[in-house]
């Protein structure tokens, strides 16, 4: 998953920039594997939608490092974070259900992402800093937000293969 500015939206274990033990989801910079000597990111996103339901929950692909804390969630309180479904009030605190953006934002497979839970988009707060934090916010569906422009897609680079080890 990118941001608009083709930042990556990034969980433990998904970037250098993120501890081993935080739980909270930010936007880093792209980095390629090789390109830096102390950093390393990519974006190992699964989504798996009910069709029924029009809501996709998202995953990352580190599960077997995580101890299930892989999704995708919002709290109450709008604190987004992987956490497990089963230690979730409800189920709906990992549903999110896509938007299209404008017609003049409506490239490269940008979406608005919308909890089930709070009713609010999945935005990047932070400005121009190098990690910035994923929460919630009141939709922009006029795209005067573009912090709230994600796009879904599977791509990574020297990603890790189990716990701290990658390849190239």
Same mark, same amino acid.
């Given at each position: 998953?990118?941001?608009?500015?083709?930042?990556?939206?990034?969980?433990?274990?998904?970037?250098?920039?993120?501890?081993?033990?935080?739980?909270?989801?930010?936007?880093?910079?792209?980095?390629?594997?090789?390109? !830096?000597?102390?950093?390393? &990111?990519?974006?190992? %996103? +699964? /989504?798996?939608?009910?069709?029924?339901?029009?809501? #996709? *929950?998202?995953?990352?692909?580190?599960?077997?490092?995580?101890?299930?804390?892989?999704?995708?969630?919002?709290?109450?309180?709008?604190?987004?974070?992987?956490?497990?479904?089963? !230690?979730?009030?409800?189920? &709906?605190?990992?549903? %999110? +259900? /896509?938007?299209?953006?404008?017609?003049?934002?409506? #490239? *490269?497979?940008?979406?608005?992402?919308?909890?089930?839970?709070?009713?609010?988009?999945?935005?990047?707060?932070?400005?121009?800093?190098?990690?910035?934090?994923?929460?919630?916010?009141?939709?922009?569906?006029?795209?005067?937000?573009?912090?709230?422009?994600?796009?879904?897609?599977?791509?990574?680079?020297?990603?890790?293969?189990?716990?701290?080890?990658?390849?190239?």
């Amino acid at each position: 998953m990118t941001a608009f500015d083709d930042t990556l939206i990034a969980g433990a274990l998904q970037s250098d920039y993120v501890d081993l033990h935080d739980k909270g989801v930010y936007s880093v910079p792209d980095v390629k594997g090789g390109q !830096s000597t102390k950093y390393n &990111a990519y974006f190992g %996103w +699964k /989504s798996t939608s009910g069709s029924a339901s029009g809501y #996709h *929950r998202f995953s990352n692909y580190m599960d077997k490092c995580s101890g299930g804390q892989t999704y995708l969630t919002v709290d109450k309180h709008g604190k987004v974070s992987l956490r497990s479904l089963k !230690s979730l009030e409800t189920l &709906a605190e990992a549903d %999110w +259900k /896509s938007y299209n953006p404008p017609k003049k934002l409506n #490239h *490269r497979e940008f979406r608005f992402w919308v909890s089930r839970s709070t009713g609010k988009c999945l935005t990047v707060f932070g400005g121009n800093k190098k990690k910035r934090t994923v929460g919630v916010a009141d939709c922009k569906f006029n795209g005067s937000n573009r912090g709230q422009l994600f796009a879904f897609r599977f791509h990574y680079h020297q990603a890790f293969c189990c716990c701290g080890v990658h390849n190239e």
